[in-house]
């Protein structure tokens, strides 16, 4: 057993911490922006456009992120793509946050009244500006809420990216708890991490969301 110190365990963690907290970022701009041109050709109906994105969306919602992570990185090895975990670990991530987060803002452009499509048309603008000018604003009110809780699942959600040998928070803890044998005090500052990377999310969150709603 090694002879650890709190401050020795606090320590690995917190640079374990990093690769959580960039892996999360990394996971949720990609995923928004692939989400976000998701929904884009869905509103704008291109051809084929509405069936594709909903099979992308059946089939990242409908299987397991754990099942992702395991395909994208001995998946690609078996095409001859042999990548590291971190490029794995941030793909599979990527493209899960991408299927939820599209499906929840065309939830939030759906919750506003066609009226305001038709009212934007009599006007002659185009879907863009429409976008831009009139639906965007209001249904970002309404995002603002979900779209902050999903990154918090996605930070979360980066502890599955351990089974793949990827060293974040929860695989660093797993580590330091095999060296130490004190599982109880290692979890319990790990818990404590991902409480102090969760809860400021959702604080400012709920600040936001008030703050756009006296706007409004």
Same mark, same amino acid.
């Given at each position: 057993?090694?002879?650890?110190?709190?401050?020795d365990?606090?320590?690995?963690?917190?640079?374990? !911490?990093?690769?959580?907290?960039?892996?999360?970022?990394?996971?949720?701009?990609?995923?928004?922006?692939?989400?976000? =041109?998701?929904?884009? #050709?869905?509103?704008?109906?291109?051809?084929?456009?509405?069936? /594709?994105?909903? !099979?992308?969306?059946?089939?990242?919602?409908?299987?397991? =992120?754990?099942?992702q992570l395991?395909? %994208?990185?001995?998946?690609?090895?078996? @095409?001859?793509?042999?990548? #590291? /975990?971190?490029?794995?670990?941030? @793909?599979?991530?990527t493209?899960?946050? #991408? %299927?939820?987060?599209?499906?929840?803002?065309?939830?939030?452009?759906?919750?506003?009244p066609?009226?305001?499509? +038709?009212? !934007?048309d009599? @006007?002659?603008?185009? &879907?863009?500006?429409?976008?831009?000018?009139?639906?965007?604003?209001?249904?970002?009110?309404?995002?603002?809420?979900?779209?902050?809780?999903?990154?918090?699942q996605?930070?979360?959600?980066?502890? @599955? /990216?351990?089974?793949?040998? &990827?060293? +974040? *928070?929860?695989?660093a803890?797993?580590?330091?708890?095999? %060296?130490?044998?004190?599982?109880?005090?290692?979890?319990?500052?790990? /818990?404590?991490?991902?409480?102090?990377?969760?809860?400021?999310?959702?604080?400012? #969150?709920?600040? *936001?969301?008030?703050? *756009?709603?006296? !706007?409004?």
């Open positions: 057993m090694v002879d650890f110190t709190l401050w365990m606090l320590r690995n963690l917190l640079l374990a !911490a990093r690769w959580t907290v960039a892996l999360s970022l990394i996971a949720f701009i990609g995923g928004g922006l692939v989400g976000a =041109l998701l929904l884009w #050709s869905r509103l704008a109906r291109w051809p084929g456009a509405e069936r /594709a994105v909903r !099979a992308w969306v059946q089939l990242f919602q409908g299987t397991p =992120l754990l099942m395991f395909l %994208a990185y001995f998946g690609l090895a078996l @095409l001859g793509l042999n990548v #590291s /975990a971190w490029v794995a670990a941030g @793909l599979a991530l493209l899960y946050a #991408s %299927a939820y987060l599209t499906e929840i803002w065309r939830g939030c452009v759906a919750a506003i066609r009226g305001q499509w +038709e009212a !934007a009599s @006007l002659g603008l185009s &879907f863009a500006e429409t976008l831009r000018h009139v639906v965007g604003p209001q249904a970002l009110r309404i995002a603002v809420a979900p779209t902050v809780g999903f990154a918090v996605v930070i979360k959600g980066t502890a @599955l /990216a351990s089974v793949i040998g &990827f060293i +974040e *928070l929860t695989k803890g797993t580590m330091i708890t095999n %060296a130490t044998f004190r599982p109880f005090t290692v979890y319990a500052l790990v /818990a404590l991490m991902y409480f102090a990377l969760c809860w400021p999310i959702s604080a400012a #969150s709920r600040r *936001l969301e008030r703050k *756009l709603r006296h !706007a409004h």
